[in-house]
T-cell receptor
């Protein structure tokens, strides 16, 4: 148990659906991250938030829309996804975005787009 | 290509043996971190080693860093079946805050 929870753990959605992934951290951290993990590819950073403000968008398509209402919660809103978006989506948090922080990961949401 | 590249891609050993995994990177780093991932789960942080450090220990884990060769190694001593997982090195580039750049990972299988 890392102190970072993600819901749902599994999600199957059609290409025309709209769904949201939720992440919550109970560690008092100020920075939160979304990553995408596809088979046989390195973990890809998608978004970074620090004190609720987005500080990085790693050229992510607009069909992925993040939301960070406070430092403890992070959402990823999904709409009109493509089959290649099927992957494990991981949320992480860290005390800040300074250079020497380790990141704490949630268990991930396994997303399948049909 | 990605910043961190692990070697080998897969490793299978007998319980009790030591496992050595390597990571090479291309550009100047602030620090290097090793993570473990059990199948289909989130990543768990193992060790962070700063660019001015050469070696760190945590329990059965030993990490070395050679900045002149731009490489790091993770040694797991007296391996256990529970060590079976994927292991990733991640680098924080100089000036890149806490942005981690991951490699593709090493799959370690420890046979009972």
């Amino acid at each position: 148990e890392t102190g970072v929870t993600q819901t749902p753990r599994h999600l199957v959605m059609g290409m025309t659906n709209k769904k949201s992934l939720k992440c919550e951290q109970h560690l008092g951290h100020n920075a939160m991250y979304w990553y995408k993990q596809s088979a046989k590819k390195p973990l890809e950073l998608m978004f970074v938030y620090n004190f609720k403000e987005q500080t990085e968008n790693n050229s992510v398509p607009s069909r992925f829309s993040p939301e960070c209402p406070n430092s403890s919660h992070l959402f990823l809103h999904l709409h009109t996804l493509q089959p290649e978006d099927s992957a494990l989506y991981l949320c992480a948090s860290s005390p800040g975005t300074g250079g020497f922080y380790e990141q704490y990961f949630g268990p991930g949401t396994r997303l399948t787009v049909t | 290509s990605q910043q961190g590249e692990e070697d080998p891609q897969a490793l299978s050993i007998q319980e009790g043996e030591n496992a050595t995994m390597n990571c090479s990177y291309k550009t100047s780093i602030n620090n290097l971190q090793w993570y473990r991932q059990n199948s289909g789960r989130g990543l768990v942080h193992l060790i962070l080693i700063r660019s001015n450090e050469r070696e760190k220990h945590s329990g059965r884990l030993r990490v070395t860093l050679d900045t002149s060769k731009k490489s790091s190694s993770l040694l797991i001593t007296a391996s256990r079946a529970a060590d079976t997982a994927s292991y990733f090195c991640a680098t924080v580039l100089t000036g890149a805050n806490s942005k981690l750049t991951f490699g593709k990972g090493i799959t370690l299988s420890v046979r009972p």
